[in-house]
């Protein structure tokens, strides 16, 4: 059985950081590229930031780049999404996203609030 699980969500000051992890089971985790994508509420899920299978590649959105850092552990199966700088703009249900081919997995989302 597929399982994305995030974790580290919560409410953050502006300014803030925050550490989001997405545990993954059910699947050959190294073989797959992960992503972070996030919703804001009325407003479509859009990428935030990616990485390759062996952790050599990374990609970001422009709003978040220099800020937020995606990183892999292959051997915990655990992929992160380190959020410096926060803004309230970064309020969003943040999902993580498992990607191989045409295969996607998708975990169920953690909020991130950030606000004063």
């Known amino acids: 059985q597929v399982q994305l699980v995030e974790s580290g969500g919560g409410w953050v000051q502006p300014g803030g950081s925050r550490r989001l992890s997405c545990a993954a089971s059910g699947f050959t985790f190294s073989r797959y590229t992960m992503s972070w994508y996030r919703q804001a509420p009325g407003k479509e899920r859009i990428l935030v930031a990616t990485?390759?299978?062996?952790?050599?590649?990374?990609g970001y959105a422009d709003s978040v780049k220099g800020r937020f850092t995606i990183s892999r552990d292959n051997a915990k199966n655990t992929v992160y999404l380190q959020m410096n700088s926060l803004s309230p703009e970064d309020t969003a249900v943040y999902y993580c996203?498992?990607?191989?081919?045409?295969?996607?997995?998708w975990g169920q989302g953690t909020q991130v609030t950030v606000s004063s």
């Open positions: 996203n498992a990607r191989r081919v045409t295969i996607a997995y």
């Open positions: 990485i390759n299978e062996a952790g050599s590649g990374t």
